[in-house]
């Protein structure tokens, strides 16, 4: 076979094969493994009846994926599609060679974090897989004529659109990926460019924030207060003074103690505050208007007044987020469907079981510790920044940011909650080097 056979056919290859990994990952961790965060939201898809505790573009995509098959797997199919086809489409864009698009794509199959994160019906895998898609379709918009173009338009902000939806904090990850539109498609002076995106970034934001307002037909959950509690209760324990609001006290109306706050509290999670602790007195979460002003008016006034514990708090919060720590990597992935009255299960097999025991492999490495990323970003930016490389430094900042605003806004160490800035740190490298590689040329 000749050397353009060869690329001819990888190039053909690269065009299905995000059809083909779909249906292996597919297959591999049938019917798609769910959380208790996945769960609630595919109980909220099944009733049709949405509350704000998570964005509510997911549960409604999963509500009409369900009249065509009830449970996981139409989801566990289209955030892997959707990440495939982006990822395709990147590395079509950015690589030359038939033979490396194949290389590469195989690669990103293979590397632990894709793979792993890929097995699990998450908002955080969504809103990854849609940014991947959208900076996708950018990439290769850059490079046909006009007419094409509009094509794919109402695909890549629908796209964007649905990033900004599916996570409350999505907006640092969507509005650097925003800007390559304008620096990519449009002609003329940077003003111009410039004008564009920031009018796109203007109707995203507003297209999403509508959704998310309009589209939930269920009693309001306020998911801000476990931030907010969080916060006061480690506030708490700093002073040996409680300034959580009265209506937190619980069923039997007494105060709480330091004693018992210490109890509950970790920096790792505020799972503890609310729940599952034999003989353990808990927090209560309210749906009261009233009470989430009150709840709001008590952390303004105490993180402005012990502002420095505050921060040294979120400090601590965030450096679990990172997995800054010599112990086991937090929450890296998970290995199967939790309990459920639904008769969703995963089914082990020899395949499934032998690409677990691969990830588990990798589970406490530097692979699953998300300030590894955020660190290679950071130094990429750097030369991205001095090479005048705009996408990649776009790109990178797009997962810096994101990862970022977890300080101020964690309430977990799961590694999926920053599997956006993995991504977007290997994606950068793959533009870094071809971005060099091209101006040798």
Same mark, same amino acid.
């Given at each position: ?39 609630? %939201? ?25 009249? #065509? ?41 293979? &590397? ?18 849609? #940014? ?46 925003? &800007? ?40 309001? %959950?306020?998911?801000? %207060? ?61 749906? @009261? ?36 720590? @010599?112990? =086991?990597?937090?929450? =890296? ?48 930016? &750097? ?6 490389? #705009? ?42 080097? %071809? ?7």
């Amino acid at each position: 076979m000749t050397y353009f056979s060869k690329v001819k056919i990888s190039s053909l290859l690269i065009s299905f094969l995000p059809i083909l990994i779909t249906i292996i990952v597919t297959y591999c961790f049938y019917p798609g493994f769910m959380s208790v965060d996945s769960l609630n %939201q595919y109980v909220q898809a099944k009733k049709g009846i949405m509350n704000d505790w998570h964005p509510v573009i997911m549960s409604w995509t999963w509500h009409y994926l369900n009249f #065509l098959h009830d449970g996981p797997l139409l989801m566990l199919v289209l955030q892997n599609l959707v990440f495939w086809t982006g990822m395709a489409l990147i590395i079509y864009s950015a690589i030359k060679s038939g033979v490396w698009k194949v290389r590469i794509t195989l690669c990103f199959l293979i &590397f632990p974090p894709i793979l792993a994160l890929l097995s699990t019906i998450w908002k955080d895998v969504e809103m990854g897989s849609f #940014l991947v898609l959208s900076l996708g379709l950018i990439l290769f918009g850059a490079h046909v004529n006009i007419k094409k173009k509009i094509l794919i338009s109402p695909l890549l902000l629908f796209t964007l659109i649905y990033s900004a939806a599916v996570r409350y904090n999505s907006l640092p990850a969507v509005i650097p990926i925003v &800007f390559c539109i304008g620096l990519l498609w449009i002609n003329g002076k940077l003003w111009k460019k410039i004008l564009v995106s920031i009018f796109l970034t203007f109707l995203i934001i507003l297209a999403s924030f509508l959704i998310n307002t309009i589209g939930t037909n269920g009693e309001k %959950q306020f998911p801000i %207060q476990q931030i907010l509690t969080h916060d006061l209760v480690a506030l708490s324990l700093n002073n040996n003074k409680v300034y959580l609001p009265e209506f937190m006290s619980g069923k039997d109306n007494a105060e709480w103690k330091i004693s018992e706050l210490r109890q509950i509290y970790t920096p790792l999670t505020v799972v503890p505050l609310y729940c599952c602790g034999n003989n353990i007195k808990h927090l209560v979460l309210t749906s @009261n208007k009233r009470n989430i002003d009150e709840l709001i008016g008590s952390w303004k006034k105490n993180t402005l007044i012990f502002f420095y514990p505050y921060l040294i708090h979120r400090a601590d919060v965030y450096i679990q987020t990172l997995s800054l720590n @010599n112990g =086991p990597a937090c929450y =890296p992935f998970m290995y199967g469907d939790i309990p459920n009255t639904y008769g969703i299960v995963f089914h082990p097999n020899i395949v499934n079981i032998s690409i677990l025991n691969y990830l588990d492999f990798f589970k406490d490495s530097l692979f699953f510790r998300p300030y590894f990323y955020l660190v290679i970003s950071i130094v990429i930016l &750097f030369f991205a920044i001095w090479k005048k490389q #705009l996408i990649t430094s776009l790109v990178l900042i797009s997962g810096i940011l994101y990862n970022l605003c977890y300080f101020f806004v964690a309430t977990t160490c799961d590694f999926r909650m920053t599997w956006w800035t993995t991504l977007s740190t290997l994606i950068g490298i793959l533009l870094f080097i %071809q971005g060099i590689n091209n101006s040798k040329r």
